[in-house]
């Protein structure tokens, strides 16, 4: 299958798989990319990142950019934090 996503996707498979199953992009993308480090564990509850609140805006925009968050480079941090969330 022929790739048609970002090349931010870090296991392939795995998100095509779950598009399939009608996942949406960005929480395919993010469930994906935390399957394919091995410094995470997206079954288990309780993650160990801050709040977005205590994110940089930059950090939030990299974060937006995975998750492939369109209109993103015009938010403001409150904006992206919003997206984050509702994604």
């Known amino acids: 299958m022929a790739k048609t996503h970002s090349p931010s996707i870090k296991n392939d498979s795995t998100y095509d798989a779950l598009r399939d199953k009608g996942y949406s992009k960005s929480k395919a993308a993010a469930i994906a990319n935390a399957q394919a480090n091995d410094n995470m564990a997206p079954s288990e509850k309780?993650?160990?990142?801050?709040?977005?609140?205590?994110?940089?805006?930059?950090?939030?925009?990299?974060?937006?950019?995975?998750?492939?968050?369109?209109?993103?480079?015009?938010?403001?941090?409150?904006?992206?934090?919003k997206a984050l969330r509702n994604g």
């Open 46 to 81: 309780g993650g160990k990142a801050p709040p977005y609140e205590d994110w940089t805006k930059d950090e939030l925009m990299e974060r937006a950019r995975e998750l492939e968050v369109e209109g993103r480079s015009t938010m403001s941090k409150d904006e992206l934090i």
